[in-house]
């Protein structure tokens, strides 16, 4: 893991430097790869020291803020967070994607498929010529996902789908 240290209105020491590699060495059991950044922000207001510790890996933003009277417990605070939060991400990961548990045995595989596309079958149908929330009531009664529709106002061809939260949705594609 590559650590970077950033400090606001602080100066880190350089014992709070050499705790801080230490204890985030312990994450690179998390990241196959020494060049994962992981950026450490420490600033001082009053009394206040904050201490906000972001690593971005592939996309995915994990991040952890605290906010104390010393940085040495900050530090202590701090981490553990970002550890729950690294490993609540990969348990997400394995039950969507059925990843491996161990770091070691993933297997990276592309997403894209050789096969070529194949219509697997074609179905004509007329539509008929309708407002919207006549076609919303169409939808609740063929129960599909999705019902097209010639919109009476507009002259297009539209559809309504059922969203994920049970609403309705509608698509109304154009050219430019």
């Given at each position: 893991?590559?650590?970077?240290?950033?400090?606001?209105?602080?100066?880190?020491?350089?014992?709070?430097?050499?705790?801080?590699?230490?204890?985030?060495?312990?994450?690179?059991?998390?990241?196959?790869?020494?060049?994962?950044?992981?950026?450490?922000?420490?600033?001082?207001?009053?009394?206040?020291?904050?201490?906000?510790?972001?690593?971005?890996?592939?996309?995915?933003?994990?991040?952890?803020?605290?906010?104390?009277?010393?940085?040495?417990?900050?530090?202590?605070?701090?981490?553990?967070?970002?550890?729950?939060?690294?490993?609540?991400?990969?348990?997400?990961?394995?039950?969507?994607?059925?990843?491996?548990?161990?770091?070691?045995?993933?297997?990276?595989?592309?997403a894209v498929d050789d096969t070529p596309v194949e219509i697997a079958k074609t179905k004509r149908f007329e539509i008929a010529e309708m407002s919207a929330i006549e076609a919303a009531?169409?939808?609740?009664?063929?129960?599909h996902d999705f019902y097209l529709f010639v919109n009476a106002e507009t002259g297009n061809v539209e559809a309504v789908y059922r969203r994920k939260d049970g609403t309705i949705g509608?698509?109304?594609?154009?050219?430019?």
């Open positions: 893991m590559k650590l970077e240290i950033v400090a606001k209105n602080y100066r880190a020491s350089d014992k709070l430097e050499q705790i801080l590699s230490a204890k985030t060495k312990k994450l690179d059991k998390y990241f196959p790869d020494d060049k994962t950044p992981c950026k450490v922000a420490l600033s001082e207001s009053g009394r206040q020291c904050k201490m906000e510790i972001s690593i971005n890996y592939h996309g995915t933003y994990i991040r952890s803020e605290v906010v104390g009277a010393n940085m040495y417990y900050n530090i202590d605070a701090c981490l553990p967070k970002l550890e729950r939060q690294i490993v609540k991400h990969r348990e997400k990961l394995n039950k969507s994607y059925k990843m491996p548990e161990r770091q070691d045995d993933f297997e990276f595989v592309s009531e169409s939808l609740d009664m063929v129960d509608l698509l109304q594609p154009y050219t430019e």
